[in-house]
């Protein structure tokens, strides 16, 4: 019963009609109880401020039995959200109602990375800031590079949210997680995304070492200098002040050791 009201308080606007819910409500059986929960779940909600999944092109309150993306537990009707992102229902929890007690916060903001270190543009109506990065701790235990994380991180200006998808090369990535506006890191891979924020130019690196595309600006890193600095010459020089000496240091060992190697074969040297 007590459900019943919270349902009602929820989505019924009209006062008269709330009165006669009340009336009802002490007359109810199991059966009819559960006849008015659908009546009541049928009513399109108003989606309440305490959502905490990520950013998605629809969110509404859920009207299926499922489990909660973050949680693991499972979600009743009229308990939880449920939210499409690409066409992919989740659900969630409303915030703070995680059975296991409130998601911990991660630690992880990349907006003041993304300021720094990113690449505005726009799609449609829309102006984002990206930057794409990947795992820079180099496991000796790793042979393939694709099984090094990498990331795409977009902040969407205006609305403040960071989503982080994996930087897949076609089609859209699989959704980590995101940041809620004002909000700290919520989803997967947070250890990995961790190491990532702990030093984003020798994650940018890592990007450019794994695709041959510049991590800060997203273009092609087309001189071997760039491949061995493994970012690109714009953005090398618009972040130079910003890179550690030894990592300045560790870059231009690498490109050393291409022009050397230049030399013997007359490649291509210009940056
Ligand atoms: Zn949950
Ligand atoms: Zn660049």
């Known amino acids: 019963m007590a459900f019943i009201g919270k349902l009602i308080a929820e989505r019924v606007t009209d006062l008269d009609e709330v009165a006669q819910y009340g009336a009802v409500i002490p007359t109810l059986t199991t059966k009819s109880a559960s006849e008015v929960i659908d009546h009541l779940l049928a009513i399109n909600a108003p989606v309440p401020a305490a959502y905490q999944g990520p950013e998605a092109d629809h969110v509404m309150v859920s009207k299926r039995h499922a489990k909660c993306a973050l949680c693991d537990r499972p979600t009743f009707a009229g308990q939880a959200h449920a939210s499409v992102v690409a066409k992919v229902w989740s659900s969630y929890h409303f915030a703070g109602e995680c059975p296991e007690g409130e998601v911990q916060p991660s630690g992880i903001d990349f907006r003041a990375s993304l300021e720094k270190y990113g690449k505005q543009y726009k799609a449609g109506d829309q102006s984002y800031i990206s930057l794409h990065l990947a795992d820079p701790a180099h496991a000796d235990t790793q042979q393939a590079d694709e099984t090094r994380l990498k990331v795409r991180v977009r902040l969407t200006v205006g609305s403040d949210w960071v989503n982080v998808t994996d930087d897949a090369e076609y089609g859209r990535g699989k959704q980590y997680g995101s940041q809620r506006p004002g909000a700290e890191y919520v989803g997967d891979a947070s250890d990995t995304l961790a190491r990532m924020l702990a ?71 210009t940056a």
């Open 199 to 269: 030093d984003v130019p020798r994650s940018i690196a890592a990007y450019g070492e794994i695709t041959s595309h510049c991590g800060c600006c997203s273009l092609k890193l087309e001189a071997g200098i760039s491949v061995a600095r493994q970012i690109g010459p714009d953005c090398w020089t618009k972040h130079y002040e910003d890179f550690s000496e030894e990592f300045i240091a560790e870059a231009e060992a690498r490109v050393e050791a291409f022009l050397a190697t230049a030399k013997d074969t007359d490649a291509d040297v």
